[in-house]
């Protein structure tokens, strides 16, 4: 029922304003209208730790990101808050279909592009205000997150990798459901390790989105592109990111990575008691209330 999980997380480096689906969707029951109300803040710093953001860009991108989550406030909480409430009808007694899942997914990636492809001018903006010392500064987090990356996932043989992913998706599970018994947690495991398992690939995924990044933006401060060239460039950029597990070369890849995930995360709800799944819907129904409450509120 949630978004599929990998160890790149989407399409983080490239979505910048984006973070802010994620906050509603991935937060405690508990803390969604905290973080979400401190949202514009958690983003600007996660935004300048890349960037080093100087003092006139910082006046403007606070109030760009504040225009931006005003109109998600706005727009869009309901709408999330309707999707929960269709999840949370599919989990019932537990016979969610696999088709299902896999809608959910196509849903929650629509929402997300249509999160980016909204914050286009914004990040126009910003792409063309940065300068070049900015770019190493970008290069230096990206490589510094690359290094966490092979340490996390990467580092220990096989079977310990497997270990971390599985552990971390049960983190996630667990949100959800609750504590699983060592039998559940046993047969959650089995379908855990049967998805594919390549961190080199995702490796070579996220450099390849870094590496474009870096060039876009160097070829903004070059060319000296407008704002209607430089969105299109992004634009360009963020079709080409999200329409990337198509790609022919990963396509198979891709494939049946959501393939068997749909298939874990399916396990785990026919395996489910139903005091799991009433943990759930009580979660979801703390969500979908506080979608509903975000969304009454300047």
Request: proline share 2%.
């Amino acid at each position: 029922m949630k978004k599929f999980n990998t160890p790149h997380n989407g399409f983080q480096r490239a979505r910048l304003m984006l973070v802010i689906a994620l906050i509603a969707l991935l937060s405690a029951c508990s803390a969604v209208r905290f973080t979400y109300n401190h949202g514009d803040t958690l983003l600007y710093w996660w935004l300048n730790a890349y960037l080093d953001l100087d003092s006139d860009q910082s006046d403007w991108v606070k109030k760009d990101i504040d225009n931006l989550f005003q109109w998600h406030r706005t727009t869009q909480l309901r709408d999330y808050a309707g999707l929960m409430a269709k999840m949370q009808r599919q989990l019932g007694d537990g016979n969610v279909t696999q088709d299902e899942l896999l809608s959910d997914y196509r849903d929650i990636k629509a929402r997300t592009e249509l999160l980016a492809f909204k914050a286009l001018p914004q990040l126009a903006d910003l792409a063309m205000s940065i300068k070049p010392d900015q770019i190493a500064q970008m290069e230096k987090k990206f490589a510094k997150n690359n290094a966490d990356f092979r340490r996390k996932f990467m580092s220990g043989s096989l079977d310990d990798q497997h270990e971390a992913r599985y552990k971390k998706a049960m983190q996630q599970l667990e949100l959800w459901f609750g504590s699983f018994s060592r039998d559940q947690e046993t047969a959650l495991r089995k379908a855990s390790d049967a998805r594919p398992l390549d961190n080199e690939i995702w490796l070579q995924e996220r450099v390849m989105r870094q590496k474009k990044i870096v060039a876009l933006l160097q070829r903004i401060h070059r060319d000296k592109l407008n704002k209607e060239q430089t969105m299109a460039a992004i634009h360009s950029l963020l079709r080409d990111f999200f329409d990337r597990m198509d790609a022919p070369d990963r396509k198979a890849f891709f494939d049946a990575y959501i393939d068997s995930t749909s298939t874990f995360i399916l396990t785990a709800i026919r395996i489910t008691t139903p005091d799991q799944r009433a943990h759930a819907q009580k979660r979801m129904q703390g969500w979908i209330d506080d979608f509903n409450t975000l969304a009454t509120e300047r």
